[in-house]
């Protein structure tokens, strides 16, 4: 009797979760919240995908989706999610929960402009970054825990004629405060010393706060690219804080 009782409720587990999954995946993308939209969508929740993804105004590029079945005997969906436009990416796996809410990632990588979405958003800045995400807890869309490590290559300010090198971007699993995420930037193959770090708060604003200050030898055009900035200390150092919403 037992062993029969198992035998229906795996059946119907698995019967009502292949039934689920291969709804139309426009019935999920649909009901996404306000500012998310997906276009061209076809397939299902199972196996799909949408010609373009926007948030508000901005284009975000295609993107695809792969269910893993398994997931749905746990009461989750779990995807390897593909998001691309021209040369750049974002991949990698998303898990969340039938009833939707938090969504966890985990080794997504990804190669993406700096000023992916919008002008205004990056304000003229220039340059590549790529990294993975070694896990990531999305709330609403917006991440509330953050560990990854991420490569800023060729970055240029805005009017600036040259790049001003590359720089590191962390995040640990000490990087959650109250307000938001905190990352930690240095440089790396650049000719100027940066002390920085990159924050990204709750309230979907994010700042880049620090200072910077040109090497020995440094080129004069790389003073003249930060001189944006504002004037120089008595020790060379340039502060900063930059910022925006998204």
Known sequence: MRQRTLIL????????????????????????GPGLRFEGVSGSIWNGSADAVRIGNAALGAVSWTAEPTALLT??????????????????????TLAGGTVTADGVELDV??????????????GEVTGTVKHATLEKGWPVE???AFTVAKLQPPGARVP????????????????????????VDAPLVVR???????????????????????????AQAVAFLGAPDAAGRREFVLGGTL
């Open 75 to 96: 009461g989750h969906f779990a995807f390897h999610v593909e998001l691309a436009r021209g040369s750049s990416f974002v991949r990698g796996h998303i898990v969340s």
């Open 113 to 126: 402009p700096v000023n992916p979405l919008n002008p205004a958003v990056g304000g003229g800045w220039r």
């Open 146 to 148: 953050l560990e990854g």
């Open 196 to 222: 920085a770090q990159f924050i990204l708060k709750r309230d979907r604003s994010f700042s880049l706060e620090g200072d910077v200050t040109p090497k020995p030898g440094a080129p004069p055009e790389v």
């Open 9 to 32: 409720l795996v059946g119907g587990g698995v019967f009502l979760g292949v039934a689920v999954a291969t709804l139309p995946a426009s019935l999920i993308t649909a009901r996404l």
């Open 164 to 187: 001003i090198g590359s720089y590191a971007v962390e995040f640990d699993s000490q990087a959650t405060t109250p307000t938001g995420l905190v990352g930690r930037v240095r440089d």
